[in-house]
């Protein structure tokens, strides 16, 4: 079961909003918040296509059986800092599939702590320029990879897939029902918005889904979540929701862009940890509960009920330290 925590904060108690937040951060140590529902659909397909005689496998964190018939590598791509590839390094360890992580960027020694981390866990760390990355969803650098590689299976960017976005639909059914209900509008913060996708096809009687694109200029996202929501419509997979779709982003706290943060950031991050006791990552998370507070403030939400994703991310605290 999910735990979901109450935030006491003196502009919600004013305003007439009340606060929760899904501590999705605390699923896993290592395999973290949305992460793991990123990735758990994606390394089952990857287990029933190499081993068919576990085509019935369900993954669990807390049980991780292993699949010893499993001859391929999970090949992945992400930033040096990324949460994704420290994820995905960690689940290969726990289930014992060998991981390639193809990282955008120069080899810088010694290693940040992401992928020091990454590379302990017994993932391949393979360096690529910036301009090669960009062809990360191209066919022809797949063959490329397959050649080098040998068996892969490819998890996209951040888990953005209809894979990754089956496990995110399971993230609100993983609360009672019942109460997951009672939420007006769940909030979380976007990258590649699969998470948002997934949760959107969760919602059931109007609830509201808020975005909180972490990249400068996050409209952009929109036609990519539509794209998303067709595709995944389009396929057999499952559909926990009501379909009415209700989503919405808001693209003002992005802070300067991905990864950018200032003082007011920093501040907001320390004081909420010091009075609520919830430690915040500063690349996503705080910018979106930032983002919410804010807007309380501002009077946009009254007398509602808020969910507010902690999606995890806090390995990237280090790397903010070590910048
Ligand atoms: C901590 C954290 N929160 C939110 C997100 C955004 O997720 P998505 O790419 O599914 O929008 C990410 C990226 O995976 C993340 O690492």
Request: glycine share 8%; net charge neutral.
């Amino acid at each position: 079961m999910l735990l979901i925590q109450p935030i006491h904060h003196p502009s919600a108690t004013q305003h007439h909003v009340e606060l929760f937040v899904l501590r999705l951060d605390l699923i896993h140590p290592l395999v973290s918040g949305n992460k793991w529902f990123k990735l758990k659909y994606n390394l089952q397909t990857a287990i029933s296509q190499n081993c068919p005689q576990n085509s019935s496998i369900n993954l669990d964190l807390n049980h991780p059986q292993t699949c010893p018939h499993f001859r391929g590598k999970i090949l992945t791509f992400g930033g040096a800092y990324s949460n994704h590839i420290y994820a995905t390094a960690a689940a290969g360890k726990l289930f014992h599939l060998p991981t390639i992580g193809i990282i955008r960027g120069e080899e810088h020694l010694p290693l940040n702590p992401t992928l020091d981390f990454a590379q302990s866990q017994g993932m391949q760390l393979v360096y690529v320029s910036r301009e090669i990355y960009k062809q990360k969803h191209t066919p022809a650098f797949h063959q490329e990879l397959t050649a080098k590689f040998g068996d892969i299976f490819i998890i996209p960017e951040g888990g953005c897939n209809l894979d990754g976005i089956r496990g995110c639909t399971e993230i609100l059914a993983k609360i009672k029902t019942e109460t997951t209900e009672q939420f007006d509008i769940i909030c979380l913060a976007c990258g590649t918005a699969t998470t948002l996708v997934g949760i959107t096809l969760s919602t059931v009687k109007n609830q509201q889904v808020m975005g909180f694109p972490v990249l400068k200029g996050g409209e952009y996202l929109k036609s990519a979540i539509n794209d998303l929501l067709h595709q995944y419509l389009a396929s057999n997979l499952p559909v926990p929701g009501d379909k009415s779709l209700n989503w919405q982003l808001v693209c003002d706290y992005h802070f300067g862009g991905y990864g950018k943060i200032n003082q007011e950031l920093l501040h907001f991050q320390k004081e909420f940890a010091q009075t609520q006791g919830i430690t915040l990552d500063y690349i996503y998370t705080a910018k979106m509960f930032y983002g919410v507070i804010d807007l309380i403030q501002q009077g946009f939400f009254r007398h509602c009920r808020l969910l507010l994703i902690h999606t995890g991310g806090i390995q990237g605290n280090q790397g903010i330290a070590y910048m």
